[in-house]
């Protein structure tokens, strides 16, 4: 017989080693690629809080207000548990993520998913593709989102730098509103009589009203700064039903991205903010430490016929002064400096501010606006009137109503998600959303007494991956306002805004396609239009609301269905196992 090949012991290691290699390349590959999980628990329970001098419970996550900040990168997957332990239903909104293929995550309240039940867990699972900056994290069910908010930070990619300075701190700014009574005993008071909710009692920055307000020199956010530095800043909208200007005394403001997309930097005394809205600025702070203190303010924008919260949120920006002890310095009287902010209804200064927004429209960050266009719509929206149904007690039988293209939506009992994947569509909604105005007038002008609007839930369905062009149009049937509209599952973006009636022969010739700003909330005009466009290359049904929570309440709000595409990454996957039911 002849002698058998035996291989030696450095043969087979390196035999050994390389099928390693080749079994863990691929890995490396796809974690070079892959983000990170990123595991959080959001316990709902309640929380004594004292602000305004008075104690009351409220609903919280972890017992905190704001709640707990979400810090993940660009390319990260989130599992956020979420265990209710209160008695109200719950929902959690992660507001401004794209939520591609993961419809069953985005959460508004029987959309895309039942309510979470007393006693139960929901796991939100997804992933954070192609998005990077500043959004926000709101309970999505009634009026909960009241107290049920946070931050939600997307850092760039590991190694991936700003188009901006590099700051020396970041700090998210939160703005909220807060209510003495019970908000969800008090909306649902004011569903089943047909009035209008109680106006806030206070705004917020950061949970703390600040000093202009009874019993709230402590509660005061005090942001703590050193001389010669930048700061980069998160502010973001909580508030539920007002626009907001902001400002800091003596200091200049460059804002640098708004709803977590990069923007031409410009710089600004003021910034506006409309709930649902985020805006990122960088503050440079001054080059010597000044003999002063420097409010920051937030105070409404209102441009609407009914009173509004007229009151203002402040905050103290700090010098450190390194070289002068702490005791020297407790007892050094600085001047205290405040800020000019815009009047109430300044809305020539709303207007030129998001007429600044452009896309940054980079090599590396460009502009994908829809060239073409496959659907056009037109939506009115405003408020009217509306007759009563039988279980409410409205005074003449009417009551006030919000509506887009007339129809005021009426929330399902069983998710609009679900009865779409499963083709349970029957008795939970219907197709035939108006693609225009079904009656024509003069929309910002005098109104016709007799339009009575119409109820339903009805949804507009797209092919997947057709471009989108609306036009949302102001109207004046009991008062022209700025309408802040959120749509979910999508960034958009905002061709133009004018004033008066869209003119669809002349309008169009003003469209910016080359660096509008992309967003996922914008201000419909008050007395105005605007123009959007959008990809609907994402399959699921997606809500699209007014972020005026009384709006939302009185039924100003639509959804879309965008169908599966033909490939297997086109189509929406079956639900969660622990998807809640109804």
């Known amino acids: 017989m002849g002698s058998r090949f035996l291989p030696s012991p450095a043969f087979l290691r390196a035999i050994f080693l390389a099928s ?25 329970k309640l929380q004594n809080v004292t602000r305004l001098c008075q104690t009351k419970s409220i609903v919280t996550v972890n017992g905190q207000i704001p709640g707990p900040r979400i810090i993940a990168r660009e390319g990260d997957r989130l599992v956020i548990k979420v265990v209710n332990h209160v008695q109200h239903n719950i929902t959690i909104h992660w507001h401004g993520v794209r939520q591609l293929r993961s419809g069953w995550a985005d959460g508004p309240a029987y959309i895309t998913q039942c309510p979470i039940q007393t006693g139960q ?61 019970d908000t969800e005993k008090m909306i649902n008071q004011a569903m089943s009589t047909g009035s209008a909710p109680n106006l806030s009692d206070a705004f917020t920055i950061n949970g703390l009203p600040g000093p202009l307000y009874n019993c709230s020199a402590k509660d005061t956010f005090k942001l703590k700064v050193k001389p010669g530095k930048t700061y980069l800043l998160r502010l973001i909208n909580a508030a539920l039903n ?47 430490t000044p ?19 007229n009151t203002t949120a402040t905050g103290l920006l700090e010098y450190e002064n390194p070289s002068v002890s702490k005791a020297k310095n407790k007892n050094k009287k600085l001047q205290l400096l405040k800020p000019v902010l815009p009047q109430f209804n300044d809305t020539s200064f709303a207007t030129k501010f998001s007429n600044k927004i452009r896309s940054l429209n980079s090599a590396k960050f460009p502009a994908k606006v829809p060239k073409t266009v496959d659907r056009r719509f037109f939506f009115t929206v405003g408020l009217g009137i509306i007759q009563c149904s039988q279980n409410q007690t409205c005074p003449n039988n009417t009551m006030v109503a919000a509506s887009i293209n007339n129809v005021s939506f009426v929330q399902p009992s069983t998710a609009l998600l679900q009865a779409h994947f499963f083709n349970k569509s029957k008795g939970v909604y219907t197709t035939d959303f108006p693609a225009n105005p079904l009656v024509k007038f003069n929309y910002t002008g005098n109104p016709p007494n007799n339009i009575m ?48 009636n869209f003119d669809p022969k002349k309008d169009p010739a003003k469209f910016n396609l080359v660096d509008p700003a992309e967003r996922n909330t914008i201000g419909v005009p008050s007395g105005g239009w605007v123009a959007i466009r959008f990809l609907a290359d994402n399959p699921g049904v997606w809500f699209m609301h007014c972020h005026l929570e009384v709006h939302t309440s009185w039924g100003l709000k639509m959804a879309w269905v965008v169908q599966d595409g033909k490939g297997p990454k086109q189509k929406l996957p079956p639900p969660p196992s622990d998807l809640p039911k109804c």
């Open 291 to 309: 003999n002063a203190t420097f409010i920051m303010a937030a105070r409404p924008y209102a441009t609407g016929p009914a009173t509004f919260d």
């Open 242 to 288: 007002d626009e907001l200007f902001f400002s800091i005394a003596n200091h200049t403001l460059t804002v640098v991205e708004a709803d977590a997309v990069y923007v031409k930097p410009f710089k600004t005394h003021t910034v506006l903010i409309t709930p649902g809205q985020t805006t990122n600025v960088l503050l440079r702070t001054k080059s010597k």
């Open 453 to 500: 609007m119409n109820t339903g839930t009805k949804v507009v369905v797209l092919p997947f991956n057709a471009s989108v062009e609306l036009v949302l149009q102001d109207t004046s049937i009991i008062g022209a306002e700025s309408h802040p509209l959120h749509l979910h599952g999508f960034n958009f973006f905002v061709l133009a805004q004018g004033f008066g």
């Open 121 to 181: 867990v929901y796991v939100y699972n997804f992933t954070l593709t192609g998005q990077r900056g500043t959004l926000f994290w709101h309970a999505h069910i009634s009026w909960l989102r009241a107290t049920l908010y946070g931050p939600l930070v997307i850092l760039p990619k590991r190694h991936a730098s700003y188009p901006f300075p590099q700051p020396e701190k970041e700090v998210p700014i939160i703005f909220g509103e807060w209510w003495k009574v």
């Open 20 to 44: 390693i290699a080749l079994w863990i390349l691929p890995e490396l590959v796809l974690a070079k690629h892959a983000g990170t999980t990123r595991h959080y628990k959001f316990d709902i």
